[in-house]
């Protein structure tokens, strides 16, 4: 089922240079880049991506740490591209993410428990055509 996604470089995958990386992987598992931009995302921005978790301890944190530097914003669209996306990007937690998964390979923890896990993606069909109209209004989908 061809279907569509979001996948965002955060901060911390932008300061380290692997936005090329991370779009060889895309390319290479034959998955096709619709759209992509660099963006400096703001408050209103993030508030309406990360509703869900306005009420969580980490909030504020996640807030600082994705606007402290521009993301590269990407809608991908492929077979099971949603559950394929999130295969490559391993788990959330970059220590517990396999090798060979982009947060395996680059994520980091910081201390005080900050997690710097390089990349985003939806998880769900629902959640990918949310998160593709926030960050690109211009499409239509």
Request: proline share 9%; no cysteine; glycine share 6%.
């Given at each position: 089922m061809t279907e569509r996604t979001l996948?965002?470089?955060?901060?911390?995958?932008?300061?380290?240079?692997?936005?090329g990386e991370i779009i060889r992987r895309i390319e290479r598992k034959g998955y096709d880049i619709i759209d992509i931009k660099m963006v400096q995302a703001d408050e209103a921005?993030?508030?309406?991506?990360?509703?869900?978790?306005?009420?969580?301890?980490?909030?504020?944190?996640?807030?600082?740490?994705?606007?402290?530097?521009?993301?590269?914003?990407?809608v991908v669209e492929g077979d099971n591209v949603i559950k394929?996306?999130?295969?490559?990007?391993?788990?959330?937690?970059?220590?517990?993410?396999?090798p060979g998964t982009i947060r395996g390979d680059f994520g980091r923890d910081w201390p005080g428990d900050e997690v710097r896990n390089v990349v985003h993606g939806s998880d769900s069909p629902e959640s990918a055509q949310h998160e593709i109209k926030l960050w690109f209004p211009e499409l239509n989908n």
């Open positions: 996948a965002i470089v955060k901060p911390d995958g932008v300061i380290q240079k692997k936005v921005l993030l508030r309406a991506h990360y509703a869900e978790l306005a009420d969580r301890p980490f909030f504020p944190g996640l807030m600082h740490y994705m606007m402290e530097h521009p993301v590269v914003a990407i394929g996306w999130r295969t490559l990007m391993g788990l959330t937690n970059p220590t517990e993410a396999a």
